[in-house]
């Protein structure tokens, strides 16, 4: 078993293979893809790794608070998961 097998293993996490040039069986993760390719990817990122931790921290946030999603009606995922829980949208603040 490789290295990534043992560490997801070791945390709980079960993997699924899949066969390849099935990306129909992978829709979800195939269209993520995409979007970081897009928007995340295309940018100048920095070469060190602290660096690009943080560019992508900056992306995550974007893209999980601020960032219309077609799939949620147009809205950001934060704010389709506090409106189906009934809840106000989290402050950056109340994340952390």
Do not use: W
Request: glycine share 8%; with cysteine.
């Amino acid at each position: 078993m490789a290295g990534f097998e043992k560490a997801c293993e070791g945390l709980g996490i079960r993997l699924f293979v899949l066969p390849p040039r099935s990306p129909k069986l992978n829709g979800h993760v195939e269209r993520i893809q995409r979007t970081f390719r897009d928007e995340f990817y295309t940018r100048s990122l920095p070469s060190q790794i602290p660096e690009l931790q943080r560019e992508l921290d900056a992306y995550l946030d974007h893209y999980n608070r601020r960032r219309p999603h077609r799939a949620l009606g147009g809205l950001a995922p934060l704010e389709y998961l506090a409106r189906i829980r009934g809840e106000a949208v989290p402050t950056e603040s109340q994340m952390c």
